[in-house]
């Protein structure tokens, strides 16, 4: 019985020690350390906010751009359907031109379907940039939205990092 009291006497004392030791107080240096972590964690969880708003407002002006390019291809193309219905205009009259025998009226003719050609070439110039611009557009918002999920991804990984360490 007296070796089960001095047992119990001295677990006691281990417990009671190995209490109090784990509730000291930490050091000076762990402290600075745990507040550099949680003032670098708050700047971390700042900047993916800050990124994320970016990205956001990256995202609506890519498709700001795509819907004005698409206005721009939507004009082009009725401009080159009416520069076609011109150029058959002026395949016509330069038929005419052509049956009356009129070398002034021929010249004329001749001037205003190369203009009319002219016209559409530029038009479907314009057209084919506007396409190209529209495709970049796209790309640049797949790439703008990868990066907001990227950003997001991040914000919660410096979340949960900040709460373990608490």
Aim: glycine share 4%; proline share 1%; charged share 45%.
């Amino acid at each position: 019985m007296n070796r089960l009291t001095n047992w119990t006497t001295l677990a006691a004392g281990a417990i009671v020690a190995a209490v109090g030791l784990s509730v000291l107080p930490a050091s000076a240096q762990d402290v600075r350390a745990d507040r550099q972590d949680v003032h670098q964690d708050r700047a971390d969880i700042r900047q993916d906010r800050r990124d994320i708003r970016e990205d956001r407002r990256d995202v609506r002006q890519d498709t700001r751009d795509i819907r004005s390019d698409k206005r721009d291809i939507a004009r082009d193309t009725r401009e080159i359907h009416q520069d076609r219905t011109a150029l058959q205009g002026a395949r016509q009259q330069m038929r005419d031109a052509y049956k009356s025998g009129d070398p002034a009226a021929i010249k004329a003719a001749r001037e205003n379907l190369q203009k009319t050609r002219s016209s559409l070439r530029g038009d479907v110039r314009e057209r084919r940039g506007d396409l190209r611009d529209v495709h970049r557009d796209r790309q640049d918002r797949r790439a703008d939205g990868r990066d907001l999920h990227q950003d997001r991804r991040d914000l919660r990984q410096d979340v949960a990092a900040r709460r373990a360490r608490q």
